[in-house]
C-alpha cells in the first residue's frame, strides 16, 4: 500500500523537527575534510510546491515553516534551515520547500556521495528528475529498508543514514528498529536518524521501548509536540531518535525546542523532550 503522499503535509512542524535535525547533522559531517555517504530510506520528491494542489488542501505549511519565516532572531540552527529554504525561494515568496534530499544537498561537497530510495511509482520519477547526476547522487526505486542492508557499510567510512517512513502501515514500527538494528550492526559508526510521529502518547512510547530495547548506545532522542498528545485530532507532534548524534546536538535542541514549541504551538500543552534514550 502506497496511499501516502509527502506533499500534503510539506512544511509543517514534524517537517521542520526533522529537516533541522538533517540539517545539523550535515552541518557537523561537512566541518571534517573526509567525505561522507547519505542513505535516505525514504526520500520522497526531494521538494514540494507549496502553489501544488495537494500542498493548498490544508496549507499545513501554513503554521509550520511559513510562521518560522515571519520570526527574527531565532536560534542559529533554525537561521540555517530558514537560509535554506530561502535559497530555494529568492524572490521572496514562500513557493518551494526542501524535503530531506534537498537538505542533505544543499550541503554535501563534490566528494560526497547520496542513496536516495523512494517506492512510489509517481514520486520516484519526480525525485530522479531533480537528481540527475549519478556520480552525486544514486536515485533508486528499491524498498529503503532493505538498503540499510545492502548499502552500509560505506566505501566513505563515515556517513547519515535518515528513515523516515511514512507508519501508514503498522509494520513501519518494526520495520524502522529492524533496519536500525541491520544498518548499526554493519556500521556503528554511522549516524542515524529516525523520524516518527506522535499520533498518541502509547505507540510512540512502544517504539522508544523497541529502539531502547536493541542496547545501541548514544542515542538522543529529540520531540515536539504541538498540542496536547490525547486528543483524536491527527499528529499531536513528532520525534527524532538520533544514533550517534553529533555532540553539539543536546544543547543546540535545547535553545531551538522551546523555541519552536512556543512559535508553533497550537494550545497551552505544547511540549518538547530532549533526552538520552541510551546514553554512550
Ligand atoms: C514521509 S515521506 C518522506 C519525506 C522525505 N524524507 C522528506 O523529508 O522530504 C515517506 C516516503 O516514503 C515512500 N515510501 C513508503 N514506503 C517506502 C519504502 N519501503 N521504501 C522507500 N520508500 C517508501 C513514500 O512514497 C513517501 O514518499
Redesign the pocket.
Request: contains cysteine.
Given at each position: 500500500m502506497?496511499s501516502?503522499?509527502?506533499i500534503y503535509?510539506?512544511g509543517n512542524h514534524a517537517?521542520i523537527l526533522?529537516?533541522l535535525t538533517?540539517s545539523q547533522i550535515c552541518r557537523h559531517l561537512i566541518k571534517k575534510e573526509a567525505p561522507f555517504f547519505y542513505l535516505?530510506?525514504?526520500?520522497?520528491?526531494?521538494?514540494?510546491s507549496l502553489n501544488s494542489e495537494q500542498a493548498q488542501k490544508n496549507k499545513e505549511f501554513h503554521s509550520g515553516i511559513a510562521r518560522l519565516l515571519k520570526e527574527e532572531n531565532l536560534p542559529e540552527p533554525l537561521e540555517g534551515l530558514l537560509d535554506i529554504v530561502r535559497d530555494m525561494n529568492p524572490t521572496d515568496t514562500l513557493e518551494y520547500y526542501?524535503?530531506?534530499?534537498?537538505?542533505v544537498d544543499y550541503y554535501v561537497r563534490q566528494k560526497d556521495k547520496l542513496h536516495l530510495?523512494?517506492?512510489?511509482p509517481n514520486?520516484?520519477p519526480l525525485l530522479a528528475a531533480l537528481f540527475p547526476n549519478k556520480r552525486k547522487a544514486n536515485v533508486v526505486k528499491?524498498?529503503?529498508?532493505?538498503?540499510v542492508k545492502a548499502m552500509l557499510p560505506p566505501p566513505q567510512k563515515r556517513g547519515f543514514v535518515?528513515m523516515?517512513?511514512?507508519y501508514?502501515v503498522k509494520k513501519?514500527y518494526q520495520?524502522v528498529v529492524q533496519a536500525l538494528e541491520e544498518g548499526y550492526k554493519r556500521f556503528p559508526q554511522g549516524t542515524y536518524a529516525i523520524?516518527y510521529p506522535v499520533l498518541n502518547r502509547q505507540q510512540a512510547n512502544e517504539l522508544l521501548k523497541s529502539v531502547k530495547a536493541t542496547h545501541i548506545r548514544n542515542v538522543l532522542l529529540l520531540e515536539l509536540c504541538i498540542r496536547n498528545t490525547e486528543q483524536e485530532r491527527g499528529m499531536a507532534g513528532s520525534g527524532m531518535i538520533i544514533v550517534n548524534p553529533p555532540w553539539t546536538l543536546e544543547k543546540e535542541a535545547k535553545e531551538f525546542l522551546p523555541v519552536l514549541s512556543k512559535l508553533l504551538a497550537e494550545d497551552n500543552e505544547a511540549d518538547f523532550q530532549v533526552t538520552w534514550i541510551t546514553p554512550e
Open positions: 502506497l501516502y503522499r509527502h503535509h510539506a517537517d526533522k529537516h538533517v535516505d530510506t525514504h526520500a520522497g520528491i526531494g521538494q514540494y526542501p524535503g530531506s534530499p534537498k537538505i530510495c523512494e517506492l512510489h514520486d520516484y528499491d524498498n529503503g529498508f532493505a538498503a535518515l523516515d517512513p511514512p501508514e513501519d520495520y523520524w
